[in-house]
């Protein structure tokens, strides 16, 4: 009788739960509506300069070709404004590694623009939190502009006003490797500087004076700690997650966060799995092994992009490893517990080894907003959450460099 009454009450229960379901979409709908939504760091420029016939203003099939920015996928999602990445793997710290660094960095900014320029309805190039938030009154996209890796920056620093007046608003010092700027969390060759050198020093000072965001991902700790007696403005982590819920190293610790926080920081939590979830020793060998072919120098666009899908299909192979949305706002509410709401931000890493289930693409980013409604998120910490935190380190940035150019 017990198990008849169950049977007859289950249709009821899976109204109500899709009931329930509705209204955290529509709710979640109408915060994407008002919200100023920021993600902080975007490799799509990689598929701009590398993917045969990609275009940006074109909607695609993650899928089908694996990409997961497009204009058309971020209007779709809700997604306001992205900070495109010029981004390159570490190369010759020569002169002539410098020159053809600086090269390869000016032909994305190009890429960026160009892509903006053709698309002048959909989107524009912003530069600043007040131009961010215009862009999106007009009902266009933002298109902010990051530098994954120092590199380009050489030993010249006046190439940082060069960027700069070409829409640079962060630098992540370094990447998988040392360069001449700071230590890096993934060099084997720990602790060149001890930190950040001394080049390092006075490009920061410089990035200061101009409004350029110090990126602590990446860096290793100890260039970290520097970066924070250092900077005069406030920093943040382009595309970090916590230690405590992943112990890789590209991952902040608590007292990492809680020190950036202290100084208005934040960190914009990553969306690559294993740096949202441990991966287990045999999953943690194929991931390694796939990213240093990738980052090899000679490898071409289409070994990238096949090693890409081999690391997408990891999650098949092993299905009970990949990171869900829930995963992501498990490291949101670590976040928030120790240093607050209005340190945490997100910084998704698509097309450059995001890989969650319910996100696959930017056009599933409401996912993450229904989850934080799930957990009793109010729509104030929501639009904390994506976008205005980073808005304010940016104005904070603004205001710093403004301050200094005072200065005698």
């Not at 920015?69 to 404004?81: L, N, S, T, V, Y």
């Not at 495109?84 to 190369?91: N, S």
């Not at 600043?128 to 890796?149: P, R, Y």
């Not at 060149?192 to 409004?211: D, H, P, R, T, V």
Request: charged share 25%.
């Amino acid at each position: 009788m017990k198990q008849l009454f169950l049977l007859l009450l289950l249709p009821a229960l899976v109204f109500a739960q899709s009931k329930k379901e509705q209204k955290l979409l529509k709710k979640a709908d109408k915060i994407h509506a008002k919200a100023y939504t920021v993600d902080t760091h975007a490799d799509v420029p990689i598929n701009m300069m590398e993917m045969k016939g990609f275009d940006i203003g074109e909607k695609h099939n993650y899928a089908t070709d694996g990409t997961q920015i497009d204009f058309p996928r971020m209007k779709e999602g809700g997604m306001d404004a992205m900070f495109f990445a010029v981004y390159m793997a570490q190369g010759k710290r020569t002169p002539e590694g410098n020159a053809e660094a600086k090269e390869k960095a000016l032909k994305i900014f190009q890429a960026i623009h160009e892509a903006v320029k053709k698309y002048p309805d959909m989107a524009e190039l912003v530069t600043s939190a007040d131009a961010g938030f215009a862009t999106h009154k007009k009902g266009k996209l933002g298109v902010f502009i990051g530098m994954e890796n120092g590199w380009p920056v050489g030993h010249d620093l006046s190439n940082l006003k060069l960027y700069y007046d070409l829409g640079l608003r962060y630098i992540t010092l370094s990447h998988s490797f040392n360069n001449d700027l700071s230590d890096s969390s993934g060099d084997p060759e720990v602790g060149e500087y001890g930190g950040i050198s001394k080049l390092g020093e006075q490009c920061i000072a410089e990035m200061n004076k101009l409004g350029i965001i110090v990126d602590v991902s990446h860096i290793s700790d100890s260039a970290f700690y520097d970066v924070m007696r250092l900077s005069k403005a406030p920093v943040f982590a382009s595309h970090s997650s916590c230690r405590a819920l992943s112990d890789v190293k590209r991952n902040m610790t608590d007292d990492m966060i809680k020190l950036m926080a202290s100084k208005g920081g934040v960190i914009q939590i990553n969306f690559v799995s294993d740096f949202l979830k441990k991966p287990s020793k045999e999953i943690e060998v194929s991931i390694r092994t796939l990213r240093m072919q990738a980052m090899k120098a000679d490898a071409t666009p289409e070994d990238k992009q096949r090693i890409n899908a081999e690391l997408r299909q990891l999650k098949y192979k092993f299905p009970g490893e990949a990171p869900t949305v829930k995963t992501v706002v498990d490291h949101i509410d670590h976040v928030v517990q120790i240093a607050g709401i209005d340190h945490v931000g997100i910084g998704m890493d698509m097309d450059g080894g995001s890989d969650v289930v319910g996100c696959e693409d930017v056009s599933k980013i409401k996912n993450v907003t229904i989850e934080l409604l799930r957990r009793g998120y109010s729509e104030k910490d929501i639009r904390k959450i994506w976008g205005g935190n980073t808005m304010r380190v940016l104005a904070t940035a603004e205001k710093v460099a403004k301050q200094l150019s005072t200065q005698p």
